[in-house]
């Protein structure tokens, strides 16, 4: 080998590839006005949608820290801490997973919908 310092060198044993061009962008297969207006009719309700949920989120948990403060300290009254750790372990993973369902179950009627439409409107 070589010195320190020294590049290693490498050595090319086959023979060389032939090179592909790179893939372009594909352009697509048709762009009408009508496409465009869909798309964003369909982004508008899924936004509209997703602030709908987060609103939800924010209503029922936002609170919790504001009712955790008026609990009485835990080193009077023992059994608040186990309230809120209840509450935090247990209670607010069953609201989480109902409007997330509920958010998964109208955004996918959302794009149903959209496309349904647009199969209506080339006809």
Do not use: K
């Amino acid at each position: 080998m070589g010195g320190p310092g020294t590049p290693r060198r490498e050595v090319v044993t086959g023979a060389p590839r032939t090179s592909r061009p790179a893939p372009g962008p594909v352009p697509p297969a048709r762009t009408r006005p009508q496409d465009a207006a869909m798309v964003r009719d369909l982004m508008r309700r899924q936004l509209r949608l997703s602030v709908l949920a987060f609103g939800m989120l924010v209503g029922l948990i936002g609170p919790l820290p504001v009712v955790f403060a008026a609990l009485p300290d835990p080193a009077v009254r023992p059994g608040s801490a186990l309230l809120v750790w209840a509450v935090l372990g247990v209670g607010a993973y069953p609201v989480f997973v109902v409007i997330g369902r509920w958010y998964v179950v109208r955004a996918e009627r959302n794009e149903r919908d959209a496309v349904e439409r647009d199969a209506g409107t080339r006809r």
